[in-house]
């Protein structure tokens, strides 16, 4: 399983990004698809989850702000996170965290490469 993370950056108070992590490889099925963060000092947390039938999660700290949502083509599931009026509190890595079906490992669960997201005050 190939995960594959993007869209951080850096962006001013107020502003907005897209994240985006894609599933490929020999994948069955893909049940829950999540997004974490971590902020320095602080531990990895949740930050919004989407299940295989589109019900969401989200943190407290984002709910209103940021939108979760998944979608696929031929070969790749698909983990997107639209965030909007970010505030320097949500600088940090966000990570995919995906939960999937393999020939090869039955369930199991696989990390993204994490992306790097910086607001700046």
């Known amino acids: 399983v190939q995960l594959q993370a993007s869209g951080g950056g850096l962006v001013q108070t107020g502003g907005s990004l897209n994240l985006t992590c894609g599933a490929s490889g020999t994948i069955v099925t893909v049940n829950a698809m999540t997004w974490y963060r971590q902020v320095e000092g602080k531990e990895r947390e949740v930050v919004a989850g989407?299940?295989?039938?589109?019900?969401?999660?989200?943190a407290d700290f984002v709910k209103g702000r940021f939108t979760i949502s998944r979608d696929k083509d031929w070969n790749t599931e698909y983990l997107r996170m639209q965030m909007n009026s970010l505030v320097p509190e949500d600088t940090g890595v966000y990570y995919c965290?995906?939960?999937?079906?393999?020939?090869?490992?039955?369930?199991?669960?696989?990390w993204g490469q994490g992306t790097q997201v910086t607001v700046s005050s």
């Open positions: 989407v299940g295989v039938g589109g019900k969401t999660n989200y």
């Open positions: 965290l995906v939960f999937v079906y393999t020939p090869q490992s039955r369930w199991a669960q696989y």
